[in-house]
């Protein structure tokens, strides 16, 4: 009966195991995973619409849009959320950065664009660079907390089916008491009996 209580509680202890360490990475990942996708690609819709509003600057001038630094900066600051760290910037097709805006901002990065056309051709594209340790702070976060609640899953499933094997053993362990005294009983009252 021992052997069987220590089995028990070695597979309890296995199963509890595996379920707090999923939790403990699992929902850091997935958080990380999903604010990650969802920062891409409201970027790449920014960048998007930051082209197309340059662009129609482009499509005006087409020769002198790369001196309407004010105008351009102007419309790389719409959509801007001042509490994000960010840079953004418009580049022509051989590199030069034409407007920008923004400060420089702490590795790692994540980076999304957008090509501004004329006429069918890029003559240019706008850079959105974000740092991604703000989302690496909130993941931490997540994960300290994802990681609490694993210990206390562990706690909880070692714990409960331990008393309920520990109450069954107990339980099995005072029937065969109650047996072994029960026999001895019956035994003694055999003796005792006239022949």
């Given at each position: ?9 070695r ?49 005006a ?14 419309l ?65 976060i ?12 562990f ?19 005072g ?5 072994r ?15």
């Amino acid at each position: 009966m021992k052997s069987s209580h220590d089995s028990v509680t070695r597979i309890t202890s296995a199963i509890a195991v595996v379920i707090a360490v999923f939790i403990s990475i699992v929902i850091p990942a997935f958080y990380f995973a999903v604010s990650y996708q969802y920062t891409g690609g409201s970027m790449d819709a920014q960048a998007e619409l930051t082209a197309k509003a340059v662009g129609g600057i482009v499509m005006a001038n087409s020769q002198t849009w790369r001196f309407e630094e004010i105008r351009l900066e102007e419309l790389l600051a719409r959509r801007h959320a001042p509490d994000m760290p960010e840079k953004r910037l418009i580049r022509d097709m051989q590199g030069k950065i034409v407007a920008q805006i923004g400060e420089s901002i702490s590795a790692p990065l994540i980076t999304r664009g957008y090509n501004i056309y004329d006429s069918g051709s890029p003559v240019a594209r706008v850079d959105l660079s974000r740092s991604l340790m703000p989302l690496i702070i909130r993941t931490g976060i997540v994960g300290s907390f994802s990681f609490l609640f694993g210990i206390m899953i562990f706690v909880v499933l070692r714990t409960i089916p331990l008393r309920a094997v520990r109450k069954a053993y107990l339980a099995a362990e005072g029937s065969e008491q109650a047996l072994r005294e029960n026999k001895e009983f019956l035994e003694a009252l055999i003796e005792a009996a006239p022949t």
